[in-house]
């Protein structure tokens, strides 16, 4: 719930009728269609074959090469993202952060972390 309170705070600065769209990057099916119902006016997007192959308790597969590719086109999709929440205790929420810190120059205006606070310790 915390992450969609920060898109629909996103949503309500963004103009009137503009198509609420959601990138959902999880390794929890359930996720997906949860939001759904319970969010009907946005359109969630997602890659369920990687969210599905996520949950797949076999090694091999989970590290498959089909996994790899799915885990990088999920970072490139977070990456160009207009607004981005996730938990920055995450690998990939922090590169994501780092990536775009790196595209643009003021990125906390497009990011929340929705656990606590980045900071970088030297």
Known sequence: ???MSSIERY???QKKG????????????AV??????????YT????????TGANNVSEASRFSA???VGMITDLELLV?????????????????????????????ETFHSADRAYAYRM
């Open 80 to 108: 160009s993202c207009d607004f981005v929440v996730c938990t920055i205790t995450s690998n990939v929420c922090r590169t994501v952060y780092e990536v775009q810190s790196s595209r643009m120059w003021n990125v906390s």
């Open 11 to 13: 949503y309500d600065n």
């Open 66 to 68: 089909d996994m790899h």
């Open 18 to 29: 503009a198509e609420k769209r959601v990138y959902l990057a999880t390794d929890e099916p």
């Open 1 to 3: 719930e915390e992450y």
């Open 32 to 41: 997906v269609t949860e939001l759904q119902t319970k969010y009907p006016d």
């Open 44 to 51: 969630f997007l997602s890659d369920m074959a990687t969210v």
